[in-house]
């Protein structure tokens, strides 16, 4: 008895009533279908011919910096606050801050003091509410030394600015520069952490060592921005 109301039920599934809605159901789903298709091969389409009729555009920087300078007089095992106030840099009409180096020399910079021992030298350069790239991976935030050597920090300031020239894809010469032009970057003040550790001679004729004269020269570098149509 069950395996005949089983094969009445398979009976009643392909009957030609039961057929129509599922044809139906068929067509309805291959017609969205080849609408998706056709929709998506139309965008493409249309990308392909803006990406050919889109023309292209060479954009150089014209660079010019400024530097600021301080010489800090550090003890033994002080830490040390050094602010750089960025208003006070001359911006001229139509420039923009690209990135700030910064390059921090001991008192002693031929590779060795007169007694072969260098003091040790760390600096880093604080976050703080100075409009900039923080999290740029060109950035070198923190440094040391311990070899009478120069080392340099660097942040850059503007996005993806480096100072290569580059090349774009836009209508116009407005579009192509949108990027390039944007205020507000570089607003506010650079903070500048010093650290040291004195490294003292031994010996009972060396002199007492318990501090360091540290330069440090911060470089502001700014662009200005020239298009021209490849």
């Not at 003890?75 to 420039?95: A, K, M, W």
């Amino acid at each position: 008895m069950r395996m005949e109301t089983e094969h009445d039920a398979r009976r009643l599934l392909i009957t030609k009533e039961s057929r129509i809605p599922t044809f139906s159901a068929y067509s309805l789903t291959l017609l969205l279908m080849l609408i998706t298709v056709g929709d998506f091969a139309g965008e493409l389409e249309t990308t392909a011919e803006f990406t050919s009729n889109t023309p292209e555009w060479r954009i150089t920087f014209e660079i010019q910096n400024e530097t600021m300078q301080t010489v800090e007089t550090v003890q033994d095992d002080e830490t040390r606050n050094v602010l750089f106030e960025l208003s006070e840099i001359n911006v001229p009409d139509g420039y923009l801050i690209g990135y700030i180096d910064t390059l921090i020399l001991p008192e002693e910079q031929d590779g060795d003091d007169d007694w072969g021992q260098c003091d040790s030298i760390s600096a880093d350069i604080i976050e703080n509410q100075l409009t900039a790239q923080w999290n740029d991976p060109s950035n070198d935030l923190s440094g040391q030394d311990s070899s009478c050597l120069p080392f340099e920090l660097n942040l850059r300031v503007y996005p993806n600015f480096s100072g290569d020239s580059i090349t774009v894809s836009a209508t116009n010469e407005y579009q192509a520069l949108q990027n390039w032009t944007v205020p507000g970057w570089g607003e506010g003040d650079l903070l500048i952490e010093l650290d040291l550790d004195v490294n003292t001679p031994l010996g009972l004729n060396s002199p007492t060592d318990s501090d360091e004269e540290i330069t440090v020269e911060v470089t502001v570098v700014m662009f200005s921005v020239s298009i021209q149509k490849i």
